[in-house]
């Protein structure tokens, strides 16, 4: 069983930065692939962005540029650096580890862009 909690969140001015990290219990992370999603209130699910493996990278449209999703293999651990912070990032942040045989979810994070 895989556990994956999430932690860096809170509460940032806009044009602020925060730093999302998503630890991985278990020995599965190095060969499965990750990302993250958020969830804004009265919204859908949306696709923040993903890391191969390999450290192939893939990103939302309107997070290119200002994201940046990274891992550490030897720590277990995937991070989402978010720069340039503005309102419509304020959602709940859940981060998931997709290896061979199922998807793993974390508990999700809050972040709040506010001033």
């Known amino acids: 069983q895989v556990q994956l909690v999430e932690s860096g969140g809170g509460l940032v001015q806009p044009g602020g930065s925060l730093r999302l990290s998503c630890a991985a219990s278990g020995s599965i992370f190095s060969i499965s692939s990750m990302g993250w999603y958020r969830q804004a209130p009265g919204k859908e699910r949306e696709l923040v962005a993903t890391?191969?493996?390999?450290?192939?990278?893939n990103y939302a449209d309107s997070m290119k540029g200002r994201f940046t999703i990274s891992r550490d293999n030897a720590k277990n651990t995937g991070y989402l650096q978010m720069n340039s912070l503005k309102p419509e990032d304020t959602a709940v942040y859940y981060c998931y580890l997709l290896t061979p045989t199922r998807r793993y979810w974390g508990q999700g994070t809050q972040v709040t862009v506010s001033s």
């Open positions: 890391i191969s493996r390999n450290g192939d990278t």
